[in-house]
């Protein structure tokens, strides 16, 4: 909320009347903007690769990038090619087999 906060105050006062017409007229739909903000941020690689931390070019076709945990708490992940994703996803199952096998003791 600190850098909405920010974005209003970086707002002019006819920005702001305007910006409050929008939304009460219903011609600006914040919830969806947010959402199609969402999606967009989903859709892009990551900046660097997850397991060797090197740039990821973005038109690169060997780049990969996976997505996982829960609708609210999604996690994403990149990769500069299969040989790091596969790292990435052996210890992740790694993880999650030492996870289990403590909850089992
Ligand atoms: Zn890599």
């Known amino acids: 909320m600190y850098r909405f906060k920010q974005f209003l105050e970086a707002l002019e006062h006819y920005e702001l009347i305007h910006l409050k017409k929008q939304v009460e007229q ?10 199609h903000k969402i999606k967009e941020h989903e859709k892009k690689h990551a900046a660097d690769c997850a397991t ?10 060997n780049n990969y990038t996976i997505m996982f945990g829960s609708e609210d708490f999604k996690k994403k992940a990149s990769f500069c090619g299969l040989d790091c ?11 999650k087999d030492d996870v289990n096998a403590e909850k089992i003791e």
Do not use: A, M
Request: charged share 30%.
């Open 26 to 35: 219903g011609k600006l739909d914040v919830v969806k903007e947010v959402q």
């Open 85 to 95: 994703l596969e790292y990435f996803l052996i210890n992740l199952k790694q993880d």
């Open 52 to 61: 060797c931390s090197n740039d990821l070019k973005p038109y690169n076709s």
